[in-house]
């Protein structure tokens, strides 16, 4: 990066204003061009493309400063130094950013410097609309040649993953740059059909469509009461509710919504319940498998959000559980396989409090007992994540690992989704639903699960509803120094 590009700022404040002029000239810069050139136009000069960067903020650690001493996980600088990183879209993130650098500049002093990086903005991740190349005849193949693409060697989670050069210049300021979130956000758009913008910082993810349907009447229920704070509803393919329309004469039925939002089109459907306070919930059906649960949380992670809870139903592996009783996990037997190389197997995933405790204490809330009769219901344990759907097949072989680890239930998303919040720094959850019990001949029969179905979803989404609503006034606690490693960026 050029020193000369950079200028000192006075606040975190003025930072993100600048950041935020310097982000948006490119970007309309980078998008006009490209809108010219398809129309037959000339394309961008050097000088002109030397302006398609993203902006950089720089923090100065003087090594004189004493460092406070503080319980919070994040906003914290491991040692004097510069820490730098590149963004995007800071208009959006301003008060995630406003919660990192307001600390560093009150509690160490730092110095802030704002200028543009090297960093080229891939031309795609501009055309917001999608048919801004659809006016001429242009390949894909002659805008590679005049305006920066995707390059997916400059992608990557090696700051996530510890794999950065300590002795490489300034240390990493965050866990992702401008380049690899703005991958991300596209792949939100593509996987959700939703607006990356609609993502709420409390995170459900579920493994049936059921959930959706009652999480979208629950919405609509909410929007409809008077002094909630829900503004509105976000589906998929751009459907939205507000409170007008959720009430009186404008109500819409969950089924109709559903014909609207064309779910049916995206692979993990996204939806939306928006707060005024920006402290909303997503739900997202994740569908089944390890793999989409790695794919969507790699994307959600950018985001930032304050947790993210999975809400799914599970195979009972214990004679004394019965179908429709909960499972707290409180560890996992990891058998996805999808993360063994980014966090090994023998790497503990630990239990986090703030979590265990809101979840069971939602249970009580919905369910209305507690004590013995609550513990009846919702057992805690160890849950067993496996990539093989039909593991009973290899039962003789799995028998004694299952024992081993103590596990009381089986799923095939719940371990993967805790490892990413592990490895990405993003609390995490688990509450599952029991739906059969594979071991002891209670195996899923259609006329069977429709009647569990319908009696147990409700139930269950109210307790993950009810969990994140507890979680919201401990947001500082929540984000633990159990995720931090030694040598982690200063931003959570």
Known sequence: MDDALFEEVASPEEAIDRLSALYEGAALALSEAVQRFVRGGAPPSAQERASFRYPALRVHHAAEIAPPRTQRAYAKLQEPGSYTTTLTHPRQFRGYLLEQLRPLVSEYGVRLEVGLSDQEIPYPYVLERGDELSHGVVTAADLAQHFPTPALAEVGDEVADGLWDVDAGPRPLALFDAVRIDYSLRRLVHYT?????????????????????????W????????????????????????????????????????????????????YHLVREDGQGVTLVNIGVGPSNAKTITDHLAVLRPHCWLMVGHCGGLRATQTIGDYVLAHAYLRQDHILDALVPPEIPIPALAEVQIALQQAAAKVTGEDGEFLK????????????????????SQERRRFNLSRAIAIDMESGT???????LRVPYGTLLCVSD?????????????????QRAVGEHLMIGLSALDILRGQKTALHSRKLRSFDEPPFR
């Open 193 to 217: 059909g939703t607006d990356w913008r609609a993502v709420q910082p409390w995170i459900l993810l579920t493994n049936y469509h059921r959930y959706v349907d009652q999480f979208v009447q």
């Open 219 to 270: 919405g609509l229920d909410e929007l409809a009461r008077e002094g909630s704070p829900y503004t509105r509803i976000v589906l998929p393919n751009g459907v939205f509710v507000g409170r007008e329309d959720a009430r009186g004469e404008n109500a819409q039925s969950v089924e109709a919504l559903m014909t609207r939002a064309t779910w049916h089109r995206y692979q993990m459907p996204a």
């Open 376 to 395: 009846r219901r919702l057992r805690t344990g160890t849950v067993v994540t496996n990539d093989d759907r039909n593991w009973e097949l290899r039962w």
């Open 417 to 423: 989704i805790a490892a990413q919040g592990y490895r």
């Open 437 to 453: 019990k594979p071991l002891h001949g209670e195996i899923k029969l259609p006329g069977a699960a429709s009647a569990f179905y």
